[in-house]
């Protein structure tokens, strides 16, 4: 799977959340990391479109939208002959959102200061996906990230990576073949025998163990849904 | 009450939309018709922000949103220390959309191609309104203009005016009342004795049977009412 990562952000190189996402993906093959300049050329946009599988999209939240940078992308890379031309050239393909924001996950909802779900402020992607027949994937949103803790960043990294390369990040099985095939490709640029006999260790035991850790994510999810139940919601949607 | 509608069309001169929406506010006072440029001066249009009390975006609908231009307009004129000042200088104004789509009305909601409704896919407009305090008004959406018939047109031409310049356009008595008005205004400005006698008639009518009307059009709702219930939706939203 290849993946492509479309980039607005009107103060991108000043971003502490840009910057962190690009550096996650510094050892990853097959994802290419694509900022959007205010001038570029719709049918190399085009051609990069259709060299890859998963097409992301990447923005802080700007009155509930893209930025217009991303959304004159959109207009014009899109536009009405290319997306929607009888042949569909991007159907089949996913389209991913990475979606910033000021605002904290619990503000979202009814009744709440957002008044409105994530889901919902983003319908128009969604909408956009489905007249293009490509394949909306959940969208990855990120509140606050400037007042996320350490541990939280270290989650978010591997969650976003897994976004990025995985292609089936939400389902557990692939969650853990994608550690696996991690693993894999570390051991092969260690030097270090002790390393390697290291990783190695790790990999088998995670390898051996994957029905018991599904044994175990099963139990933890039943907790978590009973936790979700009393709160109602789980903040995030 | 001051209406300010602002236009942001990417072939605004060739749209026969939008010249029909222009020249329809032709007679109409205290409504200013102000078209987007891709250059526009930020605190101009701020000024004009709050010299006026109704706001209007009105745009076709590219890819399920505003196209860039507006997008532009809406990123740098609201800005984040503008419209989110602690004064609130929104508050109160009320913000209405009018949006031309080039699917028909029936294409959106649940199951049909577009999959949501229009008030869905327009969610972040209202998520808008409500943080900086606006008063957002029931959208105006005009689909496939290109298709209506001559009849359409002309209920449109007066729908349009309405929403531009009736303060109370969603209640009926509101809406004789601005028809009256509209008279008035209309006598003022003849000079020949026979239409003013004829427009001082329609007038007289037109006020002495309001109560009469009143109950008439709650009758229509009923019979429209019931008609919709088994069609299960309007086929507008």
Do not use: C
């Not at 993906?25 to 998963?54: C, G, M, Y």
């Not at 979202?108 to 008044?115: N, S």
């Not at 992607?125 to 803790?149: R, S």
């Amino acid at each position: 799977m290849k993946t492509l990562i479309i980039v607005a952000h009107p103060q991108r190189n000043e971003s502490v959340t840009q910057t962190f996402f690009r550096d996650s993906l510094a050892n990853l093959d097959n994802v290419t990391w694509h900022p959007i300049e205010p001038q570029f050329d719709v049918k190399e946009e085009r051609q990069l479109l259709i060299s890859n599988d998963r097409i992301i999209l990447q923005f802080p939240l700007y009155w509930y939208s893209a930025p217009a940078l991303m959304k004159k992308w959109i207009d014009d890379v899109f536009g009405d002959t290319f997306a929607l031309a009888p042949e569909f050239v991007m159907e089949d393909r996913e389209l991913g959102l990475v979606v910033t924001t000021a605002s904290a996950g619990d503000d979202f909802g009814a009744g709440k200061p957002e008044q409105f779900t994530m889901s919902e402020i983003l319908r128009p992607f969604e909408a956009m996906a489905k007249k293009v027949k490509m394949k909306y994937l959940a969208p990855f949103v990120v509140h606050q990230f400037g007042y996320q803790t350490e541990e939280q960043h270290e989650q978010l990294l591997t969650d976003y990576q897994q976004y990025a390369t995985n292609s089936d990040f939400q389902d557990f099985s692939g969650q853990t073949k994608w550690f696996l095939a991690q693993l894999k490709n570390k051991m092969n640029k260690l030097d270090n025998e002790y390393d390697i006999i290291m990783v190695q260790s790790l990999y088998d035991q995670l390898e051996s163990g994957q029905d018991e850790l599904k044994d175990l994510q099963w139990t933890l999810s039943m907790i978590k849904n009973a936790g979700e139940d009393k709160n109602g919601n789980n903040g995030l949607d």
